[in-house]
């Protein structure tokens, strides 16, 4: 059971109702909740995933968006190895917020954090930050960005196995021992993020491996 | 695996969702229940309902002078049919409305900071989407607690939206009417959950560690269970307090604790927490298999269905054998370390240490400012810790329920 190679802590914020558990719950259960409560507090929910034939186990922490809640979720970014900052790319005010959120992350994250900038909500037809705003934003930012409908299913398994994939990268290229090994979930030094966002267009950066999902 | 979109949500879903409601108006989610309600018999049944009705015409002299009364009937539960006159009572929002006659309608006139609306419209239909009430958005449900929640902003800007505060209202309107819901959502938010809404969750914090305490008293294995594997209050008991369990309880538990929840305030919720963590953890062999802090969060946000039956719950409180003193006592022990962490963080930062922070002022409160519900309460403005001996929190007992309603 606790079978695994790697364990990397995958941590996600962004403004209140922009789809953070959404994503998680349509990546971890195969769900869209209709009516999904609001997160209070903290949640995790933990998915073991298989890369190149390595089990990968991603524990993924999901944050309450509104503002009230950050001293309480603010303790939980250090620890992170990921960081998906998500606004929704129906809703100007969320993504208005973003250099807040930026802010949030260099003060309580570890500097080398990835980050991954995420539109959710791909499937509504009234789109508000056409895409390239989010790119541009994710390229000044040193981000990774993606967007995302975790109504539809869309590019969420990407996501998730993408961060997977390049944090593997990271630790190998670092060297396999030292971090996150699962005997040492708390090392985060993870390598180099040199290469970062953006030369790429939608999926900047990020590998395309095709995956499979073990549990 | 979830390649096949949307198709695989509905179906999932659907197969947990009947085509009608149970007793309490479910449709469907972890909540609703087909078990049949172990009866009473009916001349039991009458019998009680007669007793409230004739407390509930008397209210003043119940509540001054045999308030134990109160709270024992409270404790083996309301007669449902009198449930929600006797949560408007308890809660003391029928003196709240008598004393605000209007106030209600006036404030659903008004617009509201246009931030605030905009955040209960994105989360009004949040609530309890399997509930009759609140299935869809045409359905009075959805208006009411945006009305509700909006009329509140307003009569308390200190406070303004929390998100938790929402499935407190919508369970508050699934049993009163709107505007003698607000007022007890008033009662609830201002004085038995004072403070725990305001940015920072303070109050919140200083709780967790109170829980922290009482839990080492009631059960020091599961206590150092979570001590072990680092499984910080905050983790597991945000919810469960901000939400005043709405959002963990079956049903009919979640009623019963309410019943007693209105009549001693926030140490049933403590008390709650307490049971569900030490029956959950209580076996070594449970403890083993939770080795690590995701497993013990697991079990903790999935308890196991008979550590929330309803008796359970009830009578493992009782068996707690936690006294108004303990908490008292551990509030002070939590006050003291707040106020040694919060000095250093001061003398670290050339600050004066600052210990007013920690007492909670009264001075708001919408009924009475000299008691309240809550066991981390102080009193009025308390300067610092120096004062507690003296000043103890007011216990539930003489205090809360009693607060705005006592004649």
Not at chain 2, 37 to 42: C, N, T, V
Request: hydrophobic residues 35%; contains cysteine; proline residues 4%.
């Amino acid at each position: 059971m606790e079978d695994y190679k790697f364990l990397f802590k995958i941590v996600l914020v962004g403004n209140a109702g922009v789809g953070k558990t959404c994503l998680v719950r349509r990546f971890t259960q195969g769900l869209f909740p209709p009516g999904q409560g609001a997160t209070i507090g903290v949640d995790f929910m933990i998915k073991t995933v298989e890369v190149d034939g390595d089990k990968i186990k991603l524990q993924i922490w999901d944050t309450a968006g509104q503002e009230r809640f950050r001293s309480i979720t603010q303790s939980y970014y250090r620890s992170a190895h990921a960081l998906i900052l998500v606004y929704d790319i129906s809703c100007q005010p969320t993504f208005d917020c973003l250099p807040d959120w930026l802010r949030e992350i260099q003060e309580y994250a570890n500097c080398k954090v990835l980050k991954i900038l995420v539109g959710n909500k791909t499937d509504r037809d009234d789109r508000e930050i056409p895409t390239q705003i989010g790119e541009e934003f994710a390229k000044q930012h040193d981000m990774y960005f993606l967007e995302t409908s975790a109504k539809e299913a869309e590019n969420v398994e990407r996501l998730f196995y993408e961060i997977a994939a390049e944090l593997i990268d990271q630790a190998r290229r670092k060297d396999g021992t030292s971090a996150v090994n699962k005997n040492s979930m708390d090392a985060i030094g993870l390598g180099s993020l040199g290469t970062k966002a953006s030369q790429n267009s939608c999926c900047s950066g990020f590998n395309s491996n095709s995956n499979q999902c073990t549990s | 695996m979830a390649t096949s979109p949307r198709s695989v949500d509905t179906i999932s879903l659907c197969s947990t969702v009947s085509s009608c409601p149970d007793r309490n108006g479910f449709y469907g989610g972890f909540q609703r229940t087909d078990k049949p309600k172990e009866p009473l018999s009916k001349a039991q049944i009458i019998a009680r309902e007669k007793k409230w009705l004739y407390m509930i015409d008397n209210w003043s002299l119940y509540m001054s002078k045999n308030y134990k009364k109160i709270r024992d009937r409270c404790r083996k539960g309301i007669p449902k049919s009198v449930r929600p006159r006797a949560w408007f009572y308890l809660s003391g929002a029928y003196l709240l409305k008598k004393k605000n006659p209007n106030i209600y309608k006036e404030l659903l006139e008004k617009p509201g900071n246009a931030h605030i609306i905009e955040e209960i419209k994105k989360d009004k239909h949040r609530q309890f989407p399997f509930h009759e009430m609140f299935l869809d958005e045409d359905k009075v449900g959805q208006i009411e607690l945006f009305n509700v929640l909006k009329a509140y902003s307003i009569y308390n800007p200190k406070v303004g939206f929390c998100q938790a505060q929402a499935p407190i209202a919508a369970f508050l309107l699934m049993h009163l009417p709107a505007e003698d819901a607000f007022w007890v959502f008033v009662s609830v938010c201002d004085v038995y959950l004072e403070d725990y809404f305001i940015s920072g969750l303070e109050v919140l914090q200083n709780d967790a560690g109170i829980l922290e305490g009482l839990l080492k008293k009631t059960c020091p294995p599961v206590y150092r269970h979570l001590q072990k594997h680092k499984v910080e209050p905050l983790l597991y008991m945000t919810d469960w307090f901000l939400c005043a369990m709405t959002r963990t309880l079956p049903w009919e538990t979640l009623l019963r604790v309410w019943d007693c929840f209105l009549a001693e305030g926030i140490r049933v919720i403590f008390k709650v927490a307490l049971v569900i963590l030490g029956a959950t953890l209580n076996r070594h062999k449970v403890r083993k298999q939770c080795n690590g802090l995701c497993e013990t969060l697991e079990v903790l946000r999935n308890p196991p269905e008979h550590v929330l039956d309803e008796d359970f719950i009830i009578n493992n409180m009782q068996r707690l054998n936690l006294r108004v003193e303990d908490f008292q006592i551990e509030h002070t022990r939590q006050k003291a370390r707040r106020a040694k962490q919060k000095a250093q963080e001061a003398t670290a930062a050339q600050n004066n240490s600052n210990t007013n922070t920690f007492s909670r002022s009264r001075g708001s409160s919408p009924t009475n400012g000299s008691t309240s519900g809550n066991i981390t309460v102080v009193n009025v403005n308390v300067g610092d810790g120096a004062d507690l001996d003296t000043i103890a929190p007011i216990s539930i007992k003489n205090g809360s329920s009693n607060s705005g309603h006592r004649p």
